[in-house]
């Protein structure tokens, strides 16, 4: 029995550690700091507009990526206050009807300040009355990886317009 139970005690303190660990990276206090972007990527967006006077609907897919990056985010507690400045150029390739387009396109950081929560795996963050729901994939001391399953709709001078998207961010704490 005594053999039994020393690998069983073995294990159920490991299992404890493990927990402990991430509990600890998960909390919101970990996120206080600046945070700089080292990624941004979609590999499966769709775009769908219908126009108008035409009557016609036109579908492409795109990839995008980033690179140049000198964006921020700052994250504050008590109150829980983010901040972010700074650009980084998008690269996207356009794939309609087989006639692939590439773009790149610099990007302002909605320079201002909003609210963030978290809750289980899910950082919210309100700017401006925007609230935006982003899936943590991984939440260290230095790194954040997030998720956000884009999906707007909006009017494009009487077009009308669907966007998805699954975008991957990834930022490292400074």
């Not at 660990?21 to 979609?42: C, F, P, V």
């Not at 150029?89 to 610099?106: K, M, R, Y």
């Not at 999906?151 to 317009?161: A, C, I, K, Q, Y």
Request: contains cysteine; hydrophobic residues 35%; glycine residues 8%.
């Amino acid at each position: 029995m005594k053999k039994l139970l020393t690998p069983i005690l073995l294990l159920l303190t490991i299992c404890f550690l493990i927990s402990c660990d991430k509990e600890d990276e998960n909390s919101s206090g970990a996120l206080t700091g600046t945070w700089k972007m080292t990624d941004i990527h979609a590999d499966d967006g769709v775009n769908t507009t219908f126009v108008g006077f035409l009557g016609q609907e036109i579908m492409y897919t795109y990839t995008f990526h980033g690179k140049d990056y000198a964006t921020t985010t700052t994250f504050t507690e008590n109150p829980n206050e983010f901040t972010s400045q700074g650009s980084y150029t998008v690269v996207t390739i356009v794939d309609l009807a087989g006639s692939i387009t590439t773009t790149e396109n610099p990007v302002s950081a909605f320079a201002g300040t909003g609210t963030w929560s978290i809750n289980g795996n899910t950082l919210t963050q309100d700017f401006g009355g925007q609230v935006s729901e982003f899936e943590i994939l991984e939440f260290t001391k230095s790194k954040l990886r997030i998720k956000e399953d884009l999906d707007v709709e909006f009017d494009d001078n009487g077009n009308h317009v669907h966007n998805t998207a699954t975008v991957y961010s990834t930022f490292e704490k400074q």
